[in-house]
């Protein structure tokens, strides 16, 4: 094989590994590696001799790798890109509740339509709520089924029976 196709492996695989680092994605950077890889492979006499020389590019690419990763971290470039404040609730920042776990099983009703997340309403509490991909009109009643963190998964509830909770939840979408 000629010395040029050699060269424009070489050269293609080392511009596709340098384009990967604005293109990100991956394919960009196999086909690199992948070019580069047999450009070696089209350099050598025998097999055993390219998975020698393939094997030894690799660690030789992971140490550099490492390498630059750990020396990032401590020069002044780093600092530029990582963020040091921190945001505090004197600055504004609301933390979310620490636990909606309380409002599990409870019954509420949709202030707005939930399609599948909106506002509802449970005992004067305002939440914002999900449901599991249906959809709910507002003024519906709704029940509690989990709580994932901040997010509140709800379900339509079919009215039963009239309690004391109905006339409470009639009053709030009257």
């Known amino acids: 094989m ?6 424009a492996l070489f050269v293609s695989g ?3 590994l340098i384009l990967e680092i604005f293109v990100p994605g991956g394919i960009l950077g196999l086909f690199g590696i992948i070019a580069l890889i047999a450009g070696i492979m089209q350099t050598v006499d025998t097999l055993a001799q390219g998975v020698l020389c393939v094997t030894l590019l690799l660690i030789a690419l992971a140490g550099f790798f490492a390498l630059c990763f750990r020396m990032i971290q401590t020069c002044r470039m780093w600092e530029r890109i990582t963020l040091k404040t921190c945001q505090t609730q004197k600055e504004g920042y609301v933390l979310p509740k620490k636990s909606l776990a309380i409002f599990l099983g409870k019954q509420g009703i949709t202030l707005s339509q939930l399609r599948p997340s909106g506002t509802a309403d449970f005992c004067g509490e305002r939440l914002d709520v999900v449901t599991e991909g249906t959809f709910v009109t507002s003024g519906s009643r709704i029940k509690v089924i989990a709580v994932e963190g901040t997010r509140v998964i709800v379900r339509q509830v079919k009215p039963e029976h009239h309690d004391e909770s109905d006339s409470y939840l009639e009053s709030i979408s009257g």
């Open 2 to 7: 000629g010395t040029g196709l050699i060269v």
């Open 14 to 16: 080392i511009v596709l």
